[in-house]
């Protein structure tokens, strides 16, 4: 049963436009919530975040959203430049709960193709 | 500054032989992590630790164990392989846990178990 979903696997777009990506999540405790960014044949690194306590949270291009009632967030990366053509994850976590709640759990991924 | 290390880069195993994943940080970080991602799968969490000497269970455990004697140093070892073990495997590290530091990750070991 999977707690974070990312429903699409793949996403082209063109250079300069907005690229959305999205991540569904099933818990309610979730309170915390990731972007990792991941080239082939090298380690995710972390790219944004938001806590439950927040709508939105921005830096540089990237801007994150999370609508808690419905239990969705989006990656907003404006504009998208070839270098962002990676597999982007979302990550969440109950960390208030503490112990192994607080733990990463991740999406499946999605891939984004930017194109020149 | 190396950040998380992880040898060896690929390897190759027959069913029911063991090999230890080596893993170390230069961050002084104090929690450490295993995940392992299976082709277009998410990464699931394997085994974590908080500190040196202590560790625990994650999402997926069966046939790994772990041990944490330094903070610099997070092994990872599978003692009877099996196909299912067929993965990618990711060492990862933070100094505070989830959300008050994000986890820096190593380039990963690729397995084969034939």
């Known amino acids: 049963d999977q707690q974070v979903k990312q429903n699409s696997p793949s996403l082209s777009v063109q250079e300069g436009r907005i690229s959305i990506l999205n991540c569904d999540y099933t818990?309610?405790?979730?309170?915390?919530f990731l972007w990792y960014k991941k080239y082939p044949a090298e380690g995710p690194t972390f790219l944004i975040s938001?806590?439950?306590?927040?709508d939105k949270n921005e830096d540089g291009r990237f801007t994150v959203f999370l609508n808690k009632s419905a239990k969705h967030l989006s990656l907003h990366i404006v504009p998208s430049q070839p270098g962002d053509s990676a597999v982007y994850f979302c990550a969440a976590s109950a960390w208030l709960q503490g112990g192994s709640q607080g733990n990463l759990i991740f999406g499946k991924g999605t891939k984004l193709s930017v194109k020149p | 500054n190396a950040g998380v290390t992880q040898t060896p880069k690929f390897r190759i195993l027959k069913i029911g032989q063991s090999m230890t994943l080596q893993c170390t940080q230069d961050m002084n970080h104090n929690y450490m992590y295993w995940y392992r991602q299976d082709p277009g799968m998410g990464l699931k969490l394997i085994y974590y630790s908080v500190g040196a000497g202590i560790t625990d269970k994650g999402e997926v455990p069966n046939g790994y164990n772990v041990s944490r004697s330094t903070t610099e140093d997070f092994p990872l070892r599978l003692e009877l392989a099996a196909p299912s073990q067929t993965s990618v495997y990711f060492c990862a590290s933070s100094f505070y846990r989830v959300s008050e530091g994000t986890q820096y990750f190593g380039p990963g070991t690729r397995l084969l178990v034939l």
């Open positions: 818990n309610s405790m979730f309170d915390y």
């Open positions: 938001i806590s439950s306590i927040k």
